[in-house]
């Protein structure tokens, strides 16, 4: 009976053993802009104006919005949960601060004469210096980490005084820009462009609840 006992506790603990891969190993969606394409016309990098010049300007709040170029899991996050890691391919040496938004009432606004819509701050990710490497044949996109919660629907977005993380190429409405930052509160868009946002996040989704009779 002893025996018994002592096989059936290895049994467990074995058991045990050979979940912690799965557990740690928890599956990852990636969202965002596809990072396959260089930086063209990105370097110098675009002030928050895009009028063509390198004069200086505060910082804006550009989010990607070009369904036409996102990844396969989608250009939002797919689910509800904690963005792990986020990624972008830059032209040129720079400081950013990568963030997440919501987005409303997208379309045509008579009023500025642009496509535009009203966005909010959902959260603000890390600060860092990109290198600058999207030319780099061999390892063009930089990766950090992060741990910041993230919502289904939330769009990726970066605040910046010049971006250099752009593909400009297709035209059309890739990206909205607010100026100043996105606050607590939404506010309209200054204006649209046509360049894509080359910025990416890795997510875990947040665990399903199991609810008991």
């Given at each position: 009976?002893?025996?018994?006992?002592?096989?059936?506790?290895?049994?467990?603990?074995?058991?045990?053993?050979?979940?912690?891969?799965?557990?740690?190993?928890?599956?990852?969606?990636?969202?965002?802009?596809?990072?396959?394409?260089?930086?063209?016309?990105s370097a110098p990098a675009h002030n928050c104006k895009e009028d063509g010049g390198d004069d200086p300007t505060p910082a804006c709040t550009r989010v990607a919005i070009d369904m036409g170029d996102a990844v396969a899991g989608g250009l939002t996050a797919p689910r509800t949960g904690t963005i792990v890691k986020f990624r972008v391919r830059a032209g040129a040496p720079g400081d950013l601060t990568f963030r997440l938004a919501q987005l409303k009432q997208l379309g045509f606004d008579p009023s500025l004469d642009d496509f535009a819509?009203?966005?909010?701050?959902?959260?603000?990710?890390?600060?860092?210096?990109?290198?600058?490497r999207g030319f780099d044949e061999t390892n063009p996109v930089e990766e950090f980490p992060a741990h910041l919660k993230v919502h289904k629907g939330d769009y990726l977005a970066i605040d910046s005084t010049a971006a250099s993380t752009l593909y400009c190429a297709g035209g059309g409405n890739a990206q909205l820009i607010f100026s100043p930052t996105l606050g607590r509160t939404f506010s309209l868009s200054t204006q649209s462009e046509g360049c894509d946002l080359l910025v990416q996040a890795v997510m875990k989704p947040a665990p399903k609840r199991h609810h008991h009779r």
């Open positions: 009976m002893a025996r018994t006992a002592r096989l059936i506790s290895a049994l467990a603990a074995l058991a045990a053993l050979l979940l912690v891969p799965a557990v740690s190993h928890a599956k990852t969606y990636t969202f965002g802009t596809r990072l396959d394409h260089e930086p063209s016309n819509g009203f966005g909010k701050g959902a959260g603000t990710g890390p600060t860092v210096h990109v290198e600058g």
